[in-house]
């Protein structure tokens, strides 16, 4: 073990997602035939806080 072991800087650059290969955050898996109200209720929530986020 060095002296500065410990204190070299970490290149950061590349820990981060690209740009293009972020998604918004829909599931396009989701089955709208196998969904309960359950699941409808989430998916109408989820559509009112998008809305909202969307609007400040």
């Known amino acids: 073990m060095g002296r500065d072991e410990h204190k070299k ?3 950061n650059d ?3 997602t690209p740009q293009n290969q972020k998604t ?3 599931d396009v898996e ?3 035939e196998l969904a309960d109200a359950e ?3 989430a998916q ?3 559509r009112a806080a998008d809305k909202r986020a969307h609007e400040k």
């Open 44 to 46: 109408a929530r989820s």
């Open 30 to 32: 989701f089955s709208d």
């Open 24 to 26: 918004d955050g829909i």
């Open 9 to 11: 800087r970490k290149n």
């Open 39 to 41: 699941d409808r209720e």
């Open 14 to 16: 590349l820990s981060q």
